[in-house]
C-alpha cells in the first residue's frame, strides 16, 4: 500500500525566509515519483517539483527544491526567500511505477501562509 | 492555450438532478483523470483513461460515469445527483513525452448540490 503523510497543517513564516514543508511516504514500488503541487486560493493545482525516486541529484525549479531521502523515505519541499505570494496549500503526492495503472496519492496538505 | 480546460467553472443545482463536467486538454497526452476534492482540501482519484480506456476505476458510486469519446476528451457525468457530492472536481493529464510523469491540472470545477 501506499501512503503520504504531511504533518503540518498550518505554517507561518516571515517574508523572505526560508522554509521547509515536510512529506514522508510509504510505498513497496521499487521505483516511484514524488511531486509538489500548489493550491492558492483561487483553487487551481499549480505543479512545482518533481523528483524521481533513481534521480542521482535533488531536483530545484527556482526557489523550490526538493530534499530528498530516500532511506527516511522523505521528500521536503524547501522554498528559498519565500514571498507573499507563496501563501497557499501545498501538496505532496506520489506514484509509484510498478503498474502503468497505478494511481497518484495525495497528502493531507499544508496551509502555508507568509507574514510580511 | 489553456492545456487543460474544463467546463462549467461553477455548478449550482437541485438533489436529484444529473448533470456533466466537460475536460479537454490539448497537450497531446495519453492518460487523463478525475479526482474529487472534498471540504478539507483532500483530493482523492475518482477515475484514470489511458488512450481512451479505462485503467483506474476508485470505489465511486455508479451513479458516476466517466466518458472518453477521444484521447482528449475526459467527460463526468452524475445521475441523481446527491448532496455529499458537492465538492471541487479536477481534471488532470499526463504524458508522453517530456515531464510524462507529472499531471497537470485543470482549474476545477465548484459544484454544489442544493
Known amino acids: 500500500a501506499q501512503k503520504i503523510t504531511q504533518t503540518q497543517p498550518g505554517m507561518f513564516v516571515q517574508e523572505k525566509e526560508a522554509v521547509t514543508l515536510d512529506c514522508t511516504y510509504d510505498t513497496s514500488d521499487p521505483s516511484y515519483g514524488l511531486f509538489w503541487y500548489k493550491q492558492p486560493s483561487s483553487g487551481e493545482m499549480i505543479f512545482l517539483i518533481y523528483q524521481g525516486s533513481y534521480d542521482q541529484q535533488n531536483a530545484t525549479e527556482g526557489r523550490y527544491s526538493l530534499n530528498f531521502q530516500k532511506a527516511r523515505k522523505s521528500a521536503n519541499l524547501v522554498i528559498s526567500a519565500s514571498q507573499l505570494g507563496d501563501s497557499a496549500m501545498y501538496f505532496c503526492a506520489m506514484r509509484g511505477f510498478y503498474s502503468s495503472a497505478s494511481k497518484i496519492i495525495f497528502g493531507s496538505g499544508t496551509r502555508l501562509s507568509i507574514r510580511p | 492555450d489553456t492545456a487543460v480546460s474544463q467546463t462549467p467553472k461553477y455548478l449550482v443545482t437541485q438533489m436529484g438532478n444529473d448533470k456533466s463536467i466537460k475536460c479537454e486538454q490539448n497537450?497531446?497526452?495519453?492518460?487523463m483523470y478525475w479526482y474529487k476534492q472534498d471540504s478539507k482540501k483532500f483530493l482523492k482519484i475518482m477515475f484514470s483513461?489511458?488512450?481512451?480506456?479505462?485503467?483506474i476505476n476508485e470505489t465511486v458510486p455508479n451513479r458516476f460515469s466517466p466518458k472518453s469519446p477521444d484521447k482528449a476528451h475526459l467527460n463526468l457525468h452524475i445521475n441523481s445527483l446527491e448532496l455529499g457530492d458537492s465538492a471541487v472536481y479536477f481534471c488532470?493529464?499526463?504524458?508522453?513525452?517530456?515531464?510524462?510523469?507529472?499531471?497537470?491540472f485543470g482549474p476545477g470545477t465548484r459544484l454544489l448540490v442544493l
Open positions: 497537450l497531446g497526452h495519453d492518460t
Open positions: 483513461y489511458n488512450n481512451k480506456e479505462l485503467i
Open positions: 488532470a493529464s499526463r504524458g508522453p513525452g517530456q515531464n510524462q510523469e507529472t499531471q497537470y
